[in-house]
């Protein structure tokens, strides 16, 4: 079967705020650069410029404020009841920020990516980009990998790399990284949508080829 008699992926994205990786990914989508639709975004967060792109592009969405709920197994059966719904055949966290339970991922395991601002395995968690300016890093970057229910662990994808400059702030950094972050999220979910990605055993295979532990580097030659 040829990717052309394939069909279009079912596409789900959580986010927590801003969602400028969602946007990257609708565009996306939009210009058939990746083979797949966006069903439905889901906000933990009520109010996000998120939700307004996705109402812009005319996607469902919705909230589930992780506040209205007791404990976190709570919350996520919760998350999960409503992402079943949609029987998405991937599931994108774009700058969601809630710690998913194990019992959560191992349900979407193999089919659930996630994007972090650092170069991993460094500075998993928060402020990477201050951590990475305090620790004197030359360079920073993202990562899109599997998730697991390690916290910003499971296996790697593909990463972009921005030098640090040496007057950066950490807003300075965020903003060029982010950059990246718009063309390496949409070019993985691309290949997720064309069957070229696969986990197996905790190792990425590309076109049957396996990755490197840190994931594959996106070359840009207009990285300044
Ligand atoms: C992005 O920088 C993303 O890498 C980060 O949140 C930002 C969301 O921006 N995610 C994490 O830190 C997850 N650990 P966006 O809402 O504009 O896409």
């Known amino acids: 079967m040829t990717n052309d008699t394939k069909s279009a992926s079912q596409i789900l994205v959580l986010i927590s705020g801003s969602g400028s990786n969602l ?11 990746i083979r797949g639709k966006v069903v439905a975004v889901i906000s933990n967060v009520p109010q996000v410029k ?9 996607i469902p969405n919705m909230v589930v404020n ?12 919760e998350l999960c009841k ?12 774009a700058g969601f920020m809630r710690i998913l339970s194990k019992d959560f991922v191992k349900k979407f395991e193999h089919k659930m990516i996630n994007i972090h601002p650092s170069l991993l395995p460094a500075y998993p968690g928060l402020n990477t980009h201050q951590r990475a300016i305090d620790a004197g890093d030359r360079e920073a970057g993202a990562t899109v990998h599997y998730v697991t229910s390690e916290l910003d662990g499971g296996p790697c994808i593909l990463r972009a790399k921005v030098s ?5 702030t950490a807003a300075d950094l965020a903003k060029r990284v982010l950059e990246r972050e718009h063309i390496i999220f949409p070019k993985v979910v691309e290949w997720f949508c064309d069957r070229r990605i696969t986990l197996n055993n905790g190792v990425v ?4 080829v ?3 532990k840190a994931g594959l580097l996106f070359e840009d030659s207009s990285e300044h």
Do not use: M, T, W
């Open 23 to 33: 946007q990257s990914i609708i565009n996306a989508c939009n210009s058939g650069e």
């Open 50 to 58: 998120g939700l307004e792109r996705a109402a812009k592009a005319k």
């Open 66 to 77: 992780h506040q209205r709920y007791s404990s976190r197994s709570e919350f996520d059966d």
């Open 82 to 93: 409503i992402i079943n719904r949609f029987n998405p055949d991937l599931v994108v966290l």
């Open 164 to 168: 640090v400059h040496l007057e950066d």
């Open 205 to 208: 295979f590309i076109d049957g």
């Open 210 to 212: 396996s990755v490197p």
